[in-house]
């Protein structure tokens, strides 16, 4: 079984910036052979792919309301991924998962997914 925990989230003013992070654990978790992503869910919404990366972390996809704004990268080593998010905008208000599965991509859908984290709560004013 795997666990993750996200933190970073938190109350920020339209343009400013977060640091998510999501650490993994678990018996034999290794995060080299795993695909993870950003996912969140603002209320009264579907949750929707935010970002995805690869287990090698060569590949990565967004979706398009926050290209060139996010940042999703990895460390292995320490078996924890971040979204770096910039220059914020009120519709990114949600709550923001960080997923994982057992295979080396990272595909936008939540369905391909087995584990998930608890959520981290992200609040942009205007």
């Known amino acids: 079984q795997v666990q993750l925990v996200e933190s970073g989230g938190g109350l920020v003013q339209a343009g400013g910036s977060l640091r998510l992070s999501c650490a993994a654990s678990?018996?034999?978790?290794?995060?080299?052979?795993?695909?993870m992503g950003w996912f969140r869910q603002a209320p009264g919404k579907e949750r929707e792919f935010v970002a995805t990366?690869?287990?090698?972390?060569?590949?990565?996809s967004y979706v398009d309301s926050v290209k060139g704004r996010f940042i999703i990268s990895r460390d292995n080593y320490k078996n924890t991924v971040y979204l770096q998010m910039n220059s914020l905008k009120p519709e990114d208000t949600a709550l923001y998962y960080c997923?994982?599965?057992?295979?080396?991509?990272?595909?936008?859908?939540?369905?391909?997914?087995?584990?998930w984290g608890q959520g981290t709560q992200v609040t942009v004013s205007s």
């Open positions: 990366i690869s287990s090698g972390g060569q590949t990565t």
């Open positions: 997923a994982a599965r057992r295979g080396i991509s990272g595909p936008p859908s939540s369905d391909r997914y087995d584990y």
């Open positions: 678990g018996r034999s978790v290794s995060t080299f052979v795993m695909g």
